[in-house]
């Protein structure tokens, strides 16, 4: 079992559609594009994200800023195909 630090907090699952990219073959630009629900458009798709230090020990890959990582992180993921298109 893992330890959670507070589980009795509500946690809602981001779950990940799309296609999972080949080790062989990884997509150009952000290897989590093809599913990421945060994807922003071409950059995601052309780009290597910058390496950044998010907290105390962590460090991301993402072209969003972290300020605004950490407010959408508040917010439920826009997921594609969904809601009328």
Do not use: N
Not at 45 to 69: F, K, M, N, S
């Amino acid at each position: 079992a893992i330890p959670e630090p507070d589980p009795t907090s509500d946690k809602e699952r981001i779950l990940l559609t799309g296609d999972v990219p080949s080790a062989r073959d990884l997509p150009s630009g952000c290897r989590f594009h093809t599913r990421c629900p945060r994807k922003i458009g071409a950059i995601c798709e052309q780009q290597v994200p910058p390496l950044r230090d998010a907290a105390a020990g962590h460090v991301i890959r993402c072209h969003i800023p972290i300020e605004e990582l950490i407010e959408l992180q508040s917010q439920p993921p826009v997921v594609e195909g969904k809601g009328g298109e």
